[in-house]
């Protein structure tokens, strides 16, 4: 069965520390993986995507993941957080023939300390 | 130009009732895909639809249901309600299959509750 795991309910980190968000997938075809965010009363953004090819990906607003097959991950980074990053983010997977379901992560809530 | 726009934003229902929520695309968009939000399951796919067929469809019972017009714009129906079907029912609308274009575009949501 598809399924998204993302371990961390809730992360704090220090305005200018790094940040790592950790997502695991269970998915039988090849996956197509996604980040997104999403700030309180808003819908989700995309921060990045990851089809194929190189397995470090870079998206909006600094952020980067890498997709590892033998470990079925695709961790979330950044060098060094923002205050205006606090917000939800959520990782997906889904494969060419499912069109555009998805399944999603629980979601991991960000909260940024100055 | 404009997002992906749902009607309404909040609505309060009360159990056996019926509800529609409405969702316009980005104009040239053809799928509208719709999620439930939950504090507990996440996002979880209700249905997708593409030129007003039924594309794909989730794990919930048939009280769920939806439609597509030939504007693409789309709604969803859940009728007799229960109260854990209170959520936020999220639309997102891509051009075709994401994996050929490259991103969902989510709109702010209809936040439901069911007393």
């Known amino acids: 069965a598809q399924s998204v795991t993302q371990p961390d309910i809730h992360i704090t980190v220090s305005e200018g520390a790094s940040l790592e968000l950790r997502c695991n997938y269970s998915y039988g075809a090849t996956p197509y993986l996604f980040w997104y965010v999403q700030s309180p009363g808003q819908g989700l953004q995309l921060l990045l995507k990851y089809f194929s090819g190189d397995t470090l990906v870079q998206g909006i607003k600094g952020f980067e993941a890498e997709f590892k097959r033998s470990q079925s991950s695709f961790n979330l980074r950044k060098p060094s957080v923002h205050w205006s990053d606090a917000a939800e983010y959520f990782c997906?997977?889904?494969?060419?023939?499912?069109?555009?379901?998805?399944?999603f992560g629980t979601g991991t809530s960000l909260t940024v300390i100055p | 130009k404009a997002g992906v726009t749902q009607t309404p934003r909040y609505l309060i229902k009360t159990r056996g009732q019926q509800v529609t929520l409405s969702c316009s695309p980005i104009s040239g968009h053809r799928s509208v895909s719709w999620y439930q939000q939950t504090p507990g399951q996440g996002l979880q796919f209700l249905f997708e639809y593409f030129s007003e067929t039924q594309r794909n469809k989730g794990n919930f019972p048939g009280r769920f249901s939806g439609r597509q017009f030939s504007n693409s714009r789309s709604e969803m129906n859940v009728s007799t309600l229960e109260l854990g079907d209170s959520a936020l029912y999220l639309c997102?609308?891509?051009?075709?299959?994401?994996?050929?274009?490259?991103?969902?575009?989510f709109g702010e949501g209809s936040r439901l509750t069911v007393l």
């Open positions: 997906a997977v889904g494969a060419l023939y499912t069109g555009n379901q998805f399944y």
């Open positions: 997102a609308s891509s051009q075709t299959s994401v994996p050929q274009t490259g991103e969902l575009f």
